[in-house]
């Protein structure tokens, strides 16, 4: 019987992560990849990445190893979690920037032999790349469940239509894939699917999107109460932190002014 692993976009994930933890938190992610196998239900991770081996023209030693040694840390990192595996690709120079060279071709190679051998029977793919369609309607016709894990912001519509299931990273994703030593002191708002006590406090209408949405106070904490959640009347969320600022200017997009009329 076959097995799950993941194939990871090295670029999209440390794109990504860096976008979603430092609008956050204004610092950058520290990725456990131990957690990150885990959270993905996996039994291996194959990480696919390209590291620079030289410094740039006109870039001394000094500047080259401080720009590439968060990236060198993280492929350490992958290489020293259990059941994860680094697959580097090459870079080439051309005339005005650096580009990846066999990435792809090496994760679409490794998806295709893995289930040509019958190692697999679900492949959780994570990226937004849409030169990876090909390979996932390949899988799909071998028979192979496939796994897409995405940022809806940069991927293509045809790619995530293309898999079985689909995963969108959301902050929460980013949170559970982040260090212990990371986590120490920093948290996020806690998210419920009910709606807020009827003694809470009212101290703004608005809307998050096209959904109506109130912020309201109880005692020391706030809570944004969003109703008619994902189009569904009668649907609620309310998201609930202590702390006011992050809430509204970090993590949810609550605005003053009706979408909808309340009751």
Known sequence: M??????????????????AIERLFD?????DF?????????????YYD???????????????????????????DVSSAAFCHVRLGTLKQGRNRITQKEVDVKISVDMLTHAANNNIDKAVLVTGDLDFRPVIESLVQLGVIVELVYDPLVTA???????DVRHIIKSEDWWTYSSEAFLKGRHLPLR????????????????????????????????????????????????????????????????????????
């Open 2 to 19: 076959g097995m799950r692993y993941a194939y990871v976009d090295g670029a999209f994930l440390r794109d990504r992560s860096t976008v």
């Open 50 to 76: 390209c590291v620079q081996d030289q410094p740039r023209a006109g870039e001394s030693q000094a500047q080259f190893d401080l720009r590439t040694e968060a990236q060198r840390k993280l492929i350490a």
């Open 157 to 163: 519509q045809e790619l995530i239509t293309a898999a």
């Open 192 to 263: 419920t699917g009910q709606a807020a006590p009827a003694t809470a406090k009212v101290l703004r209408r608005g809307h998050v999107g096209s959904s109506p949405a109130r912020l309201l106070q109880v005692d020391a904490h706030y809570i944004v109460e969003i109703s008619d959640y994902a189009g569904k009347a009668g649907n609620y969320v309310c998201i609930q932190s202590a702390d006011l600022t992050f809430l509204l200017e970090k993590y949810i997009p609550f605005e003053e002014g009706r979408a909808a009329a309340w009751d």
């Open 34 to 46: 131990d957690r990150i196998r885990r959270r993905l239900a996996v039994e291996r991770l194959f």
């Open 27 to 31: 610092t950058k992610p520290e990725l």
